[in-house]
């Protein structure tokens, strides 16, 4: 479902976001798809940042993998 949204934006940003929105699909696709790539890489930190405060965590689960399969 999508949701009409009304912000205000510098004369440079417009500019910017109405050429590339005119090569992308338009302005709204375009801020989407912005948003979007945004939220992947805040994702992309959040689990970087758990697997860093978790170092041990890729062996403990590949040990009980094998312990699991009887591979051990």
């Given at each position: 479902?999508?949701?009409?949204?009304?912000?205000?934006?510098?004369?440079?940003?417009?500019?910017?976001?109405?050429?590339?929105?005119?090569?992308?699909?338009?302005?709204?696709?375009?801020?989407?798809?912005?948003?979007?790539?945004?939220?992947?890489?805040?994702?992309?930190?959040?689990?970087?940042?758990?697997?860093?405060?978790?170092?041990a965590?890729?062996?403990?689960?590949?040990?009980?993998?094998?312990?699991?399969?009887?591979?051990?």
């Amino acid at each position: 479902m999508k949701e009409r949204m009304t912000f205000s934006v510098d004369a440079r940003t417009a500019e910017r976001v109405r050429r590339c929105g005119a090569e992308r699909g338009g302005a709204s696709a375009y801020i989407e798809s912005l948003v979007q790539q945004d939220a992947l890489r805040e994702s992309v930190a959040s689990h970087a940042r758990w697997f860093a405060d978790r170092p041990a965590f890729l062996d403990d689960a590949e040990a009980e993998r094998a312990a699991a399969d009887g591979s051990v």
